[in-house]
């Protein structure tokens, strides 16, 4: 059983439309991280949330920690193809020194 | 700024065998993860190694066993290979003394058993 269930687990759309993903867990986290990751790379830090219901928005994607520190999710407005990828979540949770995944949505933004 | 390097790329090894895998830490990073994550999956927490040791450890056998040297490199090793150990490797570094650990990891060490 994953830590940190993702869906949904692949997600097809067009250019322009919004989407959200989410990222569930029955853990309390201390910190809750996004991530990108394209084919043959490494995932890249999108954001981290620490504190219970916090928002942060980076240009048009908006990322959600639930107030329990439990959830997370992620929005899209106004998709694009440089969107596509492989979106990860990942917590830490208290006294612990490693970050664990979910199984990431795989999102495809169409032209 | 070298970000994290990992070598080789790609590996080709027969059941059986043993694979040593390295790393190269983010320059100021002395934190160092590995993490392997199988085809259309998430990547599976291997373990971390601080200060030349091993501090946090995922639910993987002792086939399984790693290093860190004094520069902070680190190596990955895995014995009596099993096709089931095919996956894409990955090492992530951290940033000391952060209050919440960010990594940022190398492009992976693509490892095929046959």
């Known amino acids: 059983t994953q830590l940190l269930e993702q869906s949904p687990q692949f997600l097809s759309i067009q250019e322009g439309e919004n989407l959200t993903v989410y990222c569930n867990s029955s853990s309390v986290f201390s910190s809750l991280q996004w991530y990108r990751q394209e084919p043959g790379e490494g995932p890249v830090l999108l954001v981290t949330v620490v504190t219970g219901g916090e928002v942060k928005k980076l240009k048009r994607l908006t990322f959600q920690f639930g107030d329990a520190r439990k959830d997370s999710s992620l929005h899209i407005t106004a998709a694009q193809p440089g969107d596509t990828g492989l979106y990860l979540c990942?917590?830490?949770?208290?006294?612990?020194?490693?970050?664990?995944f979910g199984a990431g949505t795989r999102l495809t933004v169409k032209p | 700024d070298a970000g994290v390097t990992q070598s080789p790329t790609h590996l080709i090894k027969t059941r059986g065998q043993q694979v040593t895998l390295r790393c190269s830490p983010k320059?100021?990073?002395?934190?160092v993860s590995w993490y392997q994550q199988a085809l259309g999956q998430g990547p599976q927490f291997i373990f971390q190694y601080y200060e030349e040791e091993e501090r946090q450890r995922g639910n993987f056998p002792d086939r399984f066993s790693g290093h860190q040297f004094p520069n902070y490199s680190s190596e990955l090793n895995v014995n009596a290979l099993l096709l089931g150990d095919s996956a894409l490797y990955l090492c992530a570094s951290s940033f000391p003394g952060a209050r919440f650990e960010e990594l940022f990891f190398g492009s992976g060490t693509q490892l095929s058993v046959l």
């Open positions: 320059s100021g990073h002395d934190t």
């Open positions: 990942a917590g830490a949770e208290y006294n612990n020194n490693d970050m664990r």
